[in-house]
């Protein structure tokens, strides 16, 4: 593996908080999912824009 | 080597520096960050961020300039016209730098690795477009840690984000009294109730707050779990999702709406606009200092003469207006920034040497001082040999509008206090400025009993 730096203090906690956030996240997705597909189910799909498009940063 | 200078706020990363040499600013990777250098090449990041102008390019040299034992390789990146400090920034600015960082850490995950930091001090403006300068910033990834510039970012970016969009705009300043970050307890502490109840930013403000507050003692034991790439990118989503929702409340300064009022005639607009680009097509000059530009119509002017120029007003709203117009108009060589010349940012940091102070910074061709006079003279009891003397200091030419006691603006400014500025008319200010300049060219500005001058400095 490679050396990794640790020149910045991640801080306290800042492990477990991101662990929180990530199953907090998770749950919402699964909702989000689920409506997703009952949405597709009775209709058609939106068009999502392309996050990396620059155009599309306001 | 005697000549090389170390760059004074390039010294906290081991894996390089910053220095000068010969007028000439390159980065020292060295031996200890090999292995991750190479990566960034060969994972094909570096190729892709530089085709999207998202990373300043850099010419890789085999010769070790420094002679430090320690070096690996020489860079010459790609030589910035201006650095700009993250406290001069408007709020479009900052909120288009976090993009740019998150943009950087889900591409860099694509390709096998992170970004080990994420301070606004790694991003500058070439114009109106954000660029990453610190290509020592990438690591190779390890999908099962968590990211470990998370805590940074929400310092750095989404404190200042936030707290201009939920306060003040202003409030982004305070970045320059915690460079490291601003404490989230205390944005915790000033942003409205009403804050906890959007989701992201409970989760990414709110919630960590309270348990550093807290002491969570589990905190060692969480490091058994294991993370995912799934989770982090759902991380980095959410992120991206807040900071591209944050909108400024809609606001009309004082100044946002200066060249539209009536009291300024079309015609002195036009005729302003007519000689100030005659005088700069007569000098033409590499680098234009635009001191109180409000809508920015002359420092346009300015950089349409292929000028790199700066642009800058005290006034947070006109900047940010300026930088949006610059965004859709696709401006390049102009960049705006929020300055008070009255009070401009001092040097900063380590040794007072980290963050140079902006009169440090600001050296140009041609300064442009238009409808500023009387707002420093009148409004800041700033007398005309001061500021002879500041102005001298930044650019060999100088186009300067004298506004006489007479104008309505200048009405306004005396309106509410004693006039004590008998000395305030045109011969006294012709003198002042004569001391430290020769007087090229005057020309009378029509409706309105302004005067243009073109002037250039004694030396």
């Known amino acids: 593996m490679l050396h990794t730096f640790l020149y910045i203090d991640p801080g306290s906690g800042s492990y477990l908080i991101q662990v929180i956030i990530a199953a907090i996240l998770g749950v919402g997705v699964y909702f989000r999912t689920i409506r997703a597909r009952i949405k597709a189910f009775f209709g058609g799909r939106k068009k999502m824009p392309d996050p990396d498009n620059p155009e599309n940063h306001d | ?459």
């Open chain 2, 1 to 459: 080597m005697t000549n090389v200078q170390q760059h004074p706020a390039s010294f906290r990363d081991p894996a390089g520096f910053v220095f000068e040499y010969g007028g000439t600013f390159y980065r020292q990777v060295n031996q200890v960050y090999a292995q991750h250098y190479e990566l960034l090449n060969t994972s094909g990041l570096y190729d892709a961020l530089v085709k999207e102008k998202k990373l300043l390019p850099h010419t890789e040299l085999d010769k070790n300039i420094t002679g430090a034992p320690q070096w690996y390789k020489t860079l010459l990146p790609e030589q910035l016209p201006f650095i700009s400090q993250p406290w001069e920034w408007c709020f479009g600015q900052w909120k288009d730098a976090a993009l740019l960082t998150l943009g950087l850490v889900r591409q860099s995950m694509a390709k096998g690795m992170i970004l080990k930091d994420a301070t606004p001090f790694n991003i500058q403006f070439t114009g109106s477009r954000p660029v990453f300068i610190d290509s020592l910033s990438f690591e190779a990834y390890d999908a099962t840690q968590p990211w470990i510039a998370y805590r940074q970012f929400t310092e750095c970016f989404l404190a200042p984000l936030l707290l201009a969009r939920y306060r003040s705009q202003e409030l982004t300043g305070l970045f320059q009294l915690y460079p490291e970050g601003i404490p989230l307890a205390l944005v915790a502490k000033l942003l409205p109730f009403k804050s906890r109840f959007n989701l992201n930013v409970f989760l990414h403000i709110h919630l960590p707050a309270r348990m550093a507050a807290k002491q969570h003692s589990d905190a060692a034991n969480a490091k058994k779990t294991a993370f995912t790439q799934q989770k982090l990118a759902s991380i980095i989503d959410s992120l991206e999702s807040l900071v591209r929702s944050l909108q400024l409340p809609a606001s009309a300064t004082t100044w946002n709406n200066y060249y539209e009022e009536t009291v300024l005639s079309k015609t002195y607009v036009e005729e302003k606009m007519a000689v100030v680009s005659a005088w700069l097509h007569q000098y033409p000059a590499q680098r234009v200092l635009d001191i109180g530009t409000n809508t920015g119509l002359f420092a346009e002017a300015a950089a349409a003469t292929g000028a790199f120029t700066i642009a800058v007003d005290a006034d947070a709203d006109c900047i940010n207006r300026l930088y949006n117009t610059c965004r859709q108009k696709k401006i390049k060589h102009l960049l705006p920034l929020r300055i008070d010349i009255t009070n401009p940012s001092p040097a900063t940091g380590w040794n007072n040497a980290e963050r140079s102070a902006f009169l440090q910074r600001a050296s140009a061709d041609i300064t442009l001082a238009l409808a500023l006079v009387h707002h420093l003279a009148i409004g800041r009891n700033i007398g005309f040999g001061q500021l002879a003397n500041v102005f001298h200091a930044i650019s060999p030419y100088l186009i300067i509008e004298f506004v006489p006691k007479t104008d309505p603006k200048v009405a306004l400014l005396l309106q509410n206090r004693k006039d004590i500025f008998d000395h305030y008319n045109e011969a006294a200010f012709v003198q002042a400025f004569s001391e430290k300049y020769n007087v090229l060219e005057r020309t009378a500005l029509p409706d309105s009993g302004r005067v243009l001058f073109l002037m250039n400095r004694k030396t």
